[in-house]
């Protein structure tokens, strides 16, 4: 049977179809969900020959983990929302309880969460690569409790807390029944530790992030819409270094034409798959 890009057969096979985009080559075979997914044996040799990895994820890799992602339609309680509303500072200035809760919703969420097969895939790569950057957009911390040991936060962490007014770092407040909670030093608002809309990233965290992204051989841009800039200005940056581009995503999304491999099937199933014949393809060389 031919294939050409984004045809995966009947409907219900779409989700776990890996797509050879670039050339046609001989494949390696995976089972997921019981059906034969085919994941290129010549990504997986790149794969193996790379001395610098990068991972970029996004909110795609959680949802496995119960966490909903950005650009889903929100249920329950926040369904009227849309997360792209929630998440500005403008939005936290006119309604700074109704964003508080929507990010107390969340931590409680994240925390009851645990980390999915992706993570933990991800957390093995990170053993078999000599150099490999885990970039995050991600703020639910189940990399690192995947056992992730480098992971660069572009969007920070729902854990921290800062003080509105001076951007500082809080780490203890008094329960005086204010919501959102006030800052112990200037009595403004706290909010959560995360990068908002309009807002930039941390300094820090971005240079790493360009950096490894510039020196890499082969980048993996999963769980991510690929919308949201600068954190998906990185795989081009990479890609005209030279680097490979691997999207996994079950849906396709900005990146997925510039990508030189697309895997479209959900990051908790495909990278535990990836990381299989990763093994077999080092254990071989
Ligand atoms: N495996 C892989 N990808 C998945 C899965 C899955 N199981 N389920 C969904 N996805 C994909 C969707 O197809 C989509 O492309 O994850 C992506 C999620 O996209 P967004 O919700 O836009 O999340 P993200 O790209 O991380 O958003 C970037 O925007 O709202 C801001 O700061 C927030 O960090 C976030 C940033």
Known sequence: MTRKKGDCGPKHQEHACAILQSRSLPDSSAIVRGMRVE????????????????????AGVSAESGVPTFREAQTGLWAQYRAEELATPEAFQRQPKLVWDWYEWRRTLVAKAAPNPGHFALSELEQLVPEFSLLTQNVDGLHQRAGSQRVIELHGSIFDTLCFDEGTQVLTWS????VPPRCPRCAGWLRPGVVWFGEPLPEAALASASRAAAECQLLLSIGTSSLVHPAARLPYDAKAAGALIVEINPTETALSKHADYVLRGPAGEMLPQLLRLLRKAKAAR
Not at 175 to 178: A, F, P, V
């Open 39 to 58: 994941i290129p044996a010549q990504l997986v040799e790149r794969l193996a020959a790379a001395e610098r990895v990068v991972a970029l994820t996004g």
């Open 175 to 178: 329960d005086d029944g204010s």
